[in-house]
């Protein structure tokens, strides 16, 4: 075996043969790349942040975790090395049993105490795409064709730029407070026509902005961007507001320094390991990254990027702030403002504020702007299509909850006639409003906890349809319930419930439990 393909991780060198490295050998190979860059005296993409502390979790659910530069491996890791890996860097392997059972799970967690970063394998990352494309109800033929090399090999720029993005995630939760909550997604009108009409115009000047040549053109986006954004605030409740200055720093900078990887990394030689990759071709012209993250940019905040197949989701809106985010401070940097990376972690400052301090708009300033924006964005136009969007998404949610409403395999539970409050494990990805009062959760299988008063833990994905007034919360089973079989005496109450249904096993402090033909209820009782 050559020493290139040792390096390439084929082979792992341990003193006892056991565990062997099952991820993807290429994942340690971009890992190493990016923490040259972010793991050094001088950081280029974020002075002040020194990587250097951060251990790396990389998965595959319910096959093996492997901890990098982990200072205390919990129990059940095996050290072992890897000719991939620079010298002073450790690699810990457990089989088995995995942090995370969700594919695609890129984020950062605690493991023994000590935040960390994660990513997840290659094959993990691609498996929700194939899933999503085996439920789609197209014909098979049509599916097949988006098989395509790209859909199934990925990008390696995008990888490098998913361990910038996690990392930074880990320094940003050094100083708390400044993410928002998922949860004030339910109080956000993400569909409102003119909400999503000034998104797609605030997207096109942002672009603008970043794409021109000359700094006057870039100031004049930038105003345009600006007048823009403060008339779509001012529809809104203060909670959206706080949501998007939030996400846009939260998840808008973590996209930030992605884009500055692509800038930093121009001209680079790259590690002789990542050559290996598919689609790899150097840097010595990055400028089709940027222009692939600008292009997310446009898309996203124009609608034309469907997140998670759902066009009507509040995926959409969440995705919008990673990249307008990102393109505040891509402009923070066009504008030449020093100090904003250091001003972005106190409490109250916000990047729209610190583009409003550089700007320093009158009102006439602003008036002229929108104007000139709208004019130019074709607003009257835009907005009819926003508005025929509402309405197809208000439908849409009316349709999807009827589909649990009225499946014969409805699951019900009922917590109405406790004081208790309903708390589900949900992903921002998956929310669909159907009405003031009632949300479906979906993309993933969820668990749900009442307090001391019950919890039921999905082993499927099966969205979620909960009614705040009503107090319940449905879904559908993954086949009839046989109440007989299962020894459960039905319409009276039982004390320490514990029900093992078809995708879905729930405990319950006091509960009656009635089934209808196929349909189940579970009633929580004093």
């Known amino acids: 075996m050559t020493p290139l393909l040792a390096a390439l991780g084929l082979a792992i060198a341990s003193q006892d043969p056991s565990p062997a490295l099952r991820l993807d050998p290429l994942l340690l190979a971009e890992v190493v790349e990016v923490f040259s860059v972010i793991g050094a005296d001088e950081n280029p993409i974020w002075p002040g942040w020194d990587a250097r502390s951060t251990p790396i979790l990389l998965y595959f659910p319910g096959v093996q975790d492997a901890l990098l530069n982990h200072p205390r491996p919990p129990e059940g890791f095996r050290r072992v090395a890897s000719p991939l890996l620079p010298a002073g860097w450790t690699l810990d392997l457990r089989d088995g049993e995995t942090f995370f059972t969700l594919d695609g799970q890129n984020t950062s967690t605690t493991v023994n105490g000590i935040e960390t970063l994660v990513v997840a394998d290659t094959l993990s990352n691609l498996r929700p795409n194939l ?34 993005h996690e990392a930074f995630h880990v320094h940003q939760a050094r100083v708390p407070g400044k993410a928002a909550s998922e949860a004030l997604l339910l109080q956000i009108p993400w569909l409102a026509a003119e909400n999503t009409a ?30 823009l954004r403060k008339e779509r605030r001012a529809k809104l409740p203060a909670v959206a507001v706080t949501y998007e200055d939030g996400t846009e720093f939260n998840e808008g900078l973590a996209k930030y320094t992605e884009w500055k990887l692509a800038e930093v990394m121009q001209g680079r030689t790259p590690h002789e390991a990542l050559r290996w990759r598919r689609g790899f071709h150097g840097y010595a012209d990055t400028s089709a990254w940027r222009a692939s993250l600008l292009r997310a940019l446009r898309g996203n905040c124009s609608g034309e990027v469907v997140v998670n197949g759902d066009p009507y989701g509040a995926g959409g809106l969440r995705f919008r702030l990673y990249y307008t985010g990102m393109a505040l401070g891509a402009l923070l940097d066009r504008l030449g403002i020093d100090d904003w990376k250091e001003r972005i972690f106190e409490p109250r400052t916000t990047l729209t504020g610190l583009v409003e301090e550089v700007l320093a708009p009158t009102e006439g300033d602003l008036a002229t702007a929108l104007a000139g924006a709208r004019k130019r964005g074709g607003w009257d136009t835009l907005l009819a299509t926003k508005r025929k969007l509402e309405a197809d998404g208000a439908a849409a949610a009316q349709a999807a909850a009827k589909v649990v409403e009225q499946s014969p395999l409805r699951f019900t539970l009922d917590y109405s006639r406790v004081e208790t409050t309903f708390g589900l494990g949900f992903t921002p990805f998956g929310i669909t409003k159907v009405g003031p009062e009632r949300t479906l959760y979906g993309q993933i299988p969820m668990r749900c906890q009442l307090d001391s008063e019950a919890s039921f833990q999905q082993d499927r994905t099966s969205p979620i349809l909960h009614d705040g007034k009503a107090k319940t919360a449905s879904f559908v089973l993954a086949g009839p319930f046989d109440a007989k079989a299962a020894g459960i005496a039905l319409g009276k109450p039982i004390d320490g419930l514990e029900l093992a249904l078809p995708g879905v096993t729930l405990k319950a402090r006091r509960a009656v439990v009635s089934v209808e033909g196929t349909r189940v209820r579970v009633e929580l009782v004093k």
């Open 131 to 164: 899933a999503q494309l085996l439920h789609d109800p197209r014909p098979a033929a049509e599916r097949e064709r988006d098989l395509t090399l790209p859909m199934l090999a990925g990008d390696p720029y995008d990888g490098l730029g998913m361990f910038v």
């Open 198 to 227: 000034g998104f797609a115009l605030e997207g096109a000047a942002l672009l603008r902005a970043l794409e021109a040549r000359e700094d006057d053109a870039a100031f004049e986006a930038a105003l345009e961007w600006l007048a």
